[in-house]
């Protein structure tokens, strides 16, 4: 169950351990077990685990309940519908005006987006990574949401924008003052609003109309932090969480499942590090 | 849209869509049902026009459109609004977290349900082939009819990959629907609305593509087939068309 597993994502920066938002999607649940790897192709985040590589953050999530690290378990069927929902809410509203911030934006494409991709990128890809998710970005804009007689930018820029806002005010609404979407523990739902929310929060951008919005709303930025804190901090010397983690594991063999998973849920991410570096496979 | 909130409802309000026998496809009489229920459970009195050049009078170039007093306004979404700017409203009741809960399952019909009709209709050949391309130029002759079927068909199959459904198979795409129809089935309950007593537009848009997926004849009847095994999501359908639409049932 705790095979080696590697986690190919876009680096991290402005203080997240990525700043794609997949690859972020699919970090809470794995945080550390990240390899730096600049591919040009769109298949990043990919999850490799001995033979098997599961690409897209939802069928990454998949695979992991399938390996029983399950963020969902105690939902009940009702929330895990909602949870559904918000995620369409998320791709439908959100990402358009992520997408047009980060890769059509001019000021924030020139001075921050193209710039740091191309300088993870190898030679030459470093010339053609950016561009190319840029224009894949402004084709999804346009053919999503540019209406037949409009197919220029400018004119689907408004209601992109008014409907982020919107989403974001929806999202700020259903969180209220808890830590987490469902309770006091994170699931999919909190990983995927992570993912989204985390590098508009964060991103140094020149020009930030939807990061301004963001930054009204105090209970999603605090909802960043804490998950932040939770799962990304610099983590403890390596031997003290061996130790740890043996400790855990011994005195739950006799168990039932279901405390099991609970336990290394949380633990399995350094745990895998752990074990990472003792096989001398990873670099940072 | 503020300026014409103090006209009331005309009693011409006009509904457009393309031909109902032989042009209109699942997808677009879906959303049209949509809108037509929606109007129903506000009681606002709208006649159904079929033109088979529907989608180009629309502004947006969407199905359907209305035509109320001098403005045009096509879709549910703005169709909603507009009419919330008249003063009639089916989700003024709800507070805000249940207003993000149904703008979010709203979106989940549209991103699932509406994008596999779309996805069946255009990208499975066997049905572009059948039903979607005759019906779609069924008023044009040749060679326009081609023409435009061929061109339609492009423009989805450009969206579907931009989106990531054009590597989707038909099997997986039933997959979707399924989970689709489980996430309604559970949050509808036993409740007779998805808010409790009273429809809301969320309503509106789920009868309005679960009826026609389940009235529509398509080359095969797995899709109607799934939504079947939701016994609360039939009862739901058969007590929206007996309560909004029993003076038009057959």
Same mark, same amino acid.
């Given at each position: 169950m705790a095979a080696a597993m590697e986690l190919r994502c876009w680096g991290g920066?402005?203080?997240?351990?990525?700043?794609? !938002?997949?690859?972020?999607?699919?970090?809470v649940p794995l945080s550390h077990v990240c390899k730096n790897t *600049?591919?040009?192709? !769109?298949?990043? $985040?990919?999850l490799l685990c001995g033979e098997t590589a599961v690409q897209e953050p939802t069928h990454i999530l998949n695979f992991l309940r399938k390996q029983r690290f399950n963020a969902d378990y105690e939902l009940t069927a009702r929330q895990g519908a909602d949870t559904m929902a918000y995620i369409a809410l998320l791709e439908e509203k959100l990402r358009p005006a992520l997408l047009h911030t980060f890769w059509v934006d001019a000021e924030n494409y020139t001075n921050l987006t193209r710039p740091w991709f191309a300088s993870r990128s190898p030679f030459p890809l470093n010339f053609l990574v950016p561009s190319h998710h840029a224009n894949t970005a402004l084709?999804?804009?346009?053919? !999503?949401? &540019?209406?037949?007689?409009?197919? @220029?930018?400018?004119?689907?820029? &408004?209601?992109?924008?008014?409907?982020?806002?919107?989403?974001?005010?929806?999202?700020?609404?259903?969180?209220?003052t808890a830590d987490y979407f469902?309770?006091?523990? =994170?699931?999919?739902?909190? *990983?995927?609003?992570? &993912?989204?929310? *985390? $590098?508009?929060?964060?991103? @140094?951008? $020149?020009?930030? =109309?939807?990061q301004s919005h963001l930054r009204l709303l105090d209970n999603l930025t605090r909802f960043c932090d804490t998950v932040l804190s939770v799962y990304f901090s610099p983590s403890p010397p390596v031997q003290e969480t061996v130790d740890a983690n043996l400790q855990k594991l011994t005195q739950l063999v006799n168990k039932e499942s279901n405390l099991i998973e609970k336990v290394l849920l949380p633990s399995f991410p350094l745990l895998c590090m752990s074990l990472l570096y003792l096989a001398g496979s990873v670099s940072y | 849209?503020? %300026?014409?909130?103090? /006209? +009331?409802? +005309? /009693?011409?309000?006009?509904?457009?869509? +393309?031909?109902? /026998?032989?042009?209109? %496809?699942? #997808?677009?009489?879906? #959303? #049209?049902?949509?809108?037509?229920?929606? %109007?129903?459970m506000c009681g606002l009195p709208v006649q159904v026009v079929s033109r088979a050049n529907a989608e180009y009078m629309s502004p947006s170039g969407k199905i359907p459109f209305i035509h109320v007093g001098n403005q045009v306004v096509s879709e549910l979404g703005p169709i909603v609004q507009f009419t919330k700017a008249k003063g009639h409203s089916l989700s003024d009741g709800l507070d805000d977290v249940q207003r993000a809960e149904m703008k979010a399952y709203m979106e989940l019909v549209n991103n699932m349900l509406l994008t596999a009709e779309l996805y069946i209709q255009w990208c499975d050949d066997a049905t572009a082939a059948e039903i979607s391309r005759p019906r779609y130029s069924s008023p044009y002759s040749w060679p326009l009819s081609n023409i435009l079927a061929y061109q339609k068909q492009w423009e989805v199959r450009r969206k579907m990959n931009a989106i990531g459904w054009g590597g989707k198979t038909l099997e997986q795409v039933y997959e979707d629907v399924s989970q689709c129809c489980q996430a309604l089935s559970q949050r509808l309950g036993t409740q007779p609305y998805f808010f409790n007593k009273q429809p809301t537009e969320l309503d509106a848009l789920v009868f309005g593509h679960l009826f026609t997926i389940l009235t529509t004849r398509l080359t095969n009847s797995e899709l109607a087939e799934r939504i079947k095994s939701y016994s609360n999501l039939l009862s739901f359908c058969k007590r929206i068309e007996q309560t909004y639409f029993e003076d038009k049932s057959s």
């Amino acid at each position: 169950m705790a095979a080696a597993m590697e986690l190919r994502c876009w680096g991290g920066d402005w203080g997240l351990p990525s700043v794609h !938002t997949e690859s972020l999607i699919v970090l809470v649940p794995l945080s550390h077990v990240c390899k730096n790897t *600049a591919i040009a192709s !769109t298949a990043v $985040p990919e999850l490799l685990c001995g033979e098997t590589a599961v690409q897209e953050p939802t069928h990454i999530l998949n695979f992991l309940r399938k390996q029983r690290f399950n963020a969902d378990y105690e939902l009940t069927a009702r929330q895990g519908a909602d949870t559904m929902a918000y995620i369409a809410l998320l791709e439908e509203k959100l990402r358009p005006a992520l997408l047009h911030t980060f890769w059509v934006d001019a000021e924030n494409y020139t001075n921050l987006t193209r710039p740091w991709f191309a300088s993870r990128s190898p030679f030459p890809l470093n010339f053609l990574v950016p561009s190319h998710h840029a224009n894949t970005a402004l084709s999804r804009i346009l053919l !999503t949401k &540019g209406e037949a007689p409009l197919h @220029r930018i400018s004119e689907v820029e &408004g209601k992109i924008y008014s409907d982020a806002k919107e989403c974001l005010n929806l999202l700020s609404y259903r969180l209220g003052t808890a830590d987490y979407f469902f309770g006091n523990s =994170p699931t999919s739902l909190d *990983a995927f609003v992570f &993912g989204f929310v *985390a $590098p508009l929060h964060k991103a @140094r951008l $020149p020009s930030g =109309p939807l990061q301004s919005h963001l930054r009204l709303l105090d209970n999603l930025t605090r909802f960043c932090d804490t998950v932040l804190s939770v799962y990304f901090s610099p983590s403890p010397p390596v031997q003290e969480t061996v130790d740890a983690n043996l400790q855990k594991l011994t005195q739950l063999v006799n168990k039932e499942s279901n405390l099991i998973e609970k336990v290394l849920l949380p633990s399995f991410p350094l745990l895998c590090m752990s074990l990472l570096y003792l096989a001398g496979s990873v670099s940072y | 849209m503020l %300026l014409t909130a103090a /006209e +009331p409802w +005309p /009693e011409n309000a006009t509904l457009y869509q +393309p031909l109902t /026998e032989d042009q209109i %496809l699942l #997808s677009d009489c879906a #959303s #049209s049902l949509a809108v037509q229920a929606y %109007l129903r459970m506000c009681g606002l009195p709208v006649q159904v026009v079929s033109r088979a050049n529907a989608e180009y009078m629309s502004p947006s170039g969407k199905i359907p459109f209305i035509h109320v007093g001098n403005q045009v306004v096509s879709e549910l979404g703005p169709i909603v609004q507009f009419t919330k700017a008249k003063g009639h409203s089916l989700s003024d009741g709800l507070d805000d977290v249940q207003r993000a809960e149904m703008k979010a399952y709203m979106e989940l019909v549209n991103n699932m349900l509406l994008t596999a009709e779309l996805y069946i209709q255009w990208c499975d050949d066997a049905t572009a082939a059948e039903i979607s391309r005759p019906r779609y130029s069924s008023p044009y002759s040749w060679p326009l009819s081609n023409i435009l079927a061929y061109q339609k068909q492009w423009e989805v199959r450009r969206k579907m990959n931009a989106i990531g459904w054009g590597g989707k198979t038909l099997e997986q795409v039933y997959e979707d629907v399924s989970q689709c129809c489980q996430a309604l089935s559970q949050r509808l309950g036993t409740q007779p609305y998805f808010f409790n007593k009273q429809p809301t537009e969320l309503d509106a848009l789920v009868f309005g593509h679960l009826f026609t997926i389940l009235t529509t004849r398509l080359t095969n009847s797995e899709l109607a087939e799934r939504i079947k095994s939701y016994s609360n999501l039939l009862s739901f359908c058969k007590r929206i068309e007996q309560t909004y639409f029993e003076d038009k049932s057959s």
